[in-house]
């Protein structure tokens, strides 16, 4: 079955870095595009970043744009996503996400807070 277990997140002071792991089971990884999804408290579930199979094309929503990176190993069946310059509003629970023969997976979740 698949399974996507997100792990990295913490406590993380503004302007400072930190990089989320997503590591992927289940399915042929090399395959599928990933994603990276984020929600806060009170709001809705939104995109942050998207990959494709190969690694090839990236996209990010506009307020992550240059500050976010997102990158995968298709050998280690992983996808990564480097924030840095964090801002107090990237406190969020960021998910990974999959689409593996028109079904949609998510990881656990893993807290991501920015705060001083």
């Known amino acids: 079955q698949v399974q996507l277990v997100e792990s990295g997140g913490g406590l993380v002071q503004p302007g400072g870095s930190l990089g989320l792991s997503c590591a992927a089971s289940g399915f042929t990884f090399s395959s599928y595009a990933m994603s990276w999804y984020r929600q806060a408290p009170g709001k809705e579930r939104e995109l942050v970043a998207f990959i494709t199979n190969d690694g090839g094309s990236t996209s990010f929503a506009d307020s992550v744009k240059g500050r976010f990176t997102i990158s995968r190993d298709n050998a280690k069946n992983t996808v990564y996503l480097q924030m840095n310059s964090l801002k107090p509003e990237d406190t969020a629970v960021y998910y990974c996400?999959?689409?593996?023969?028109?079904?949609?997976?998510w990881g656990q979740g893993t807290q991501v807070t920015v705060s001083s």
């Open positions: 996400r999959s689409r593996v023969n028109s079904r949609i997976y």
